[in-house]
């Protein structure tokens, strides 16, 4: 482990450096990994843990859509790619990568597979903290370890193919065999993460429901709405509002936060820019606080976990949610950004 200081507290996190693929490989020699679910996260970590010479297979049902994707990816019926049941009883380590609500109507399917010494991974903590809700409680006799990419499946695979990675946490809920621990960072280091720092599964899925209710998805919709909201209701163009909402944040501006922090940002733009930002930052920061507040009491009281397996677990919750995604879609607000995209100068 290397001990990092993150803004004046000390963590300890482990970097590819310390824990290179040919350990990880070693480590991991003698496992067959399942992965159970082809949605987002199935195929990045399965392809990369496949590039990265790990022995993997997928469990998928037959005659769906994901099961043909899987196909062409190049996961052979019956060599690499089975019907779920069976992926999981050839699995040593099974990473359970159903959606969230999905894993509750497989668990007794999955549970039957899990002989002793075996491993049951996730990439999310919910299913084992909101047990009450979900009824997932796995056996004494088998490892639970977690790796949590942070970001997208799509981005961890496109991050791995561009020679980078995503962070992601680790943690162990249950270590059985005495090996969880170097199990499941391994298996961090194989899925292509960058660096992994260690939570536990309730940190995990409080901090990720939070971040995605919040600034990384739901707050930054509210957020630009408001604004372009406000600048046509004062007579802006579209063109002028989407420029300032949308286009010059993505395009400009968070690629230098990226790079280099926000103060760096602030201090490549014009002083009337700062000014105004410093002048501005903490007023957003007071008026929305109260929701974040209220947002993090909703997942902890384990109401956010009850709404998304409710609605999810709905027989055409597909459909249902093309629907609210066409609302989005359909706004003038980004149907101006699908009009913005296409002028890119390389589009
Ligand atoms: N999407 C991400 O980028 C991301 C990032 C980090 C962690 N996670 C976590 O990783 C896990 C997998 O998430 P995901 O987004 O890849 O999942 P997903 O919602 O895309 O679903 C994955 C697969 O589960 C299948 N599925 C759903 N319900 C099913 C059922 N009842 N029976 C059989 N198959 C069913 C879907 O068809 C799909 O192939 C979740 O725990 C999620 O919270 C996801
Ligand atoms: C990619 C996210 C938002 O980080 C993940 O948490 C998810 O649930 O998809
Ligand atoms: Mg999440
Ligand atoms: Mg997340």
């Given at each position: ?37 082809y ?6 970590q ?19 859509k994901?099961w043909?994707k ?17 992926a999981?009883?050839?699995g040593?380590?099974?990473q ?6 999905g894993?509750?109507?497989?668990w ?7 002989t002793?010494g ?17 009824g997932?409680?796995p056996?004494?006799?088998v ?10 499946g ?5 991050l ?16 059985a ?16 993460s ?20 919040g600034?990384?998805?739901?707050a930054i919709?509210?957020?630009f ?7 046509r ?14 286009e ?25 820019a ?8 903490k ?17 902890a009281?384990g109401?956010?976990a009850?709404?998304?397996i ?6 055409d919750?597909r ?18 950004g699908?009009?913005?995209?296409k ?5």
């Amino acid at each position: 482990m290397a001990t990092i200081n993150f803004g004046g507290v000390k963590e300890d996190v482990v970097t590819r450096e310390e824990f290179p693929m040919e350990k990880a490989r070693e480590v991991l020699k003698d496992e067959t990994i399942a992965i159970i679910g082809y949605g987002v996260q199935g195929p990045g970590q399965s392809l990369n843990l496949r590039d990265n010479g790990f022995n993997v297979i997928i469990g998928q049902r037959k005659d769906s859509k994901t099961w043909d994707k899987a196909v062409a990816d190049g996961w052979v019926p019956g060599e690499t790619l089975f019907e779920i049941e069976e992926a999981a009883k050839r699995g040593t380590i099974i990473q359970f990568l159903l959606s969230d609500a999905g894993q509750i109507s497989l668990w007794p399917a999955i549970k039957q597979q899990l002989t002793a010494g075996k491993a049951l991974y996730f990439s999310h903590g919910f299913g084992v903290t909101y047990n009450d809700q979900t009824g997932i409680v796995p056996p004494k006799d088998v490892d639970v370890i977690l790796v949590a990419p942070k970001g997208s499946g799509t981005s961890l695979r496109r991050l791995f193919l561009a020679g980078q990675g995503l962070n992601s946490s680790f943690a162990i809920f249950q270590d059985a065999t005495g090996r969880a621990r170097e199990r499941v960072i391994a298996l961090g280091i194989g899925v292509g993460s960058g660096y992994l720092f260690e939570t536990d599964f309730k940190k995990e899925v409080f901090s990720d429901l939070t971040g995605e209710r919040g600034t990384l998805m739901g707050a930054i919709q509210g957020i630009f709405a408001a604004q372009y909201e406000t600048l046509r209701s004062k007579g802006h163009s579209p063109s002028e509002a989407f420029n300032e909402t949308v286009e010059e944040l993505t395009q400009s501006l968070m690629p230098l936060v990226a790079e280099n922090g926000m103060d760096w940002m602030y201090a490549n733009c014009s002083t009337t820019a700062q000014r105004g930002a410093l002048d501005w930052w903490k007023k957003f920061r007071d008026a929305t606080k109260p929701v974040f507040e209220e947002l993090y009491n909703s997942v902890a009281e384990g109401k956010e976990a009850a709404r998304s397996i409710e609605s999810n677990s709905q027989p055409d919750y597909r459909e249902k949610l093309n629907e609210e995604l066409k609302e989005l879609r359909e706004s003038e607000m980004w149907q101006a950004g699908s009009a913005v995209r296409k002028l890119r100068p390389n589009a």
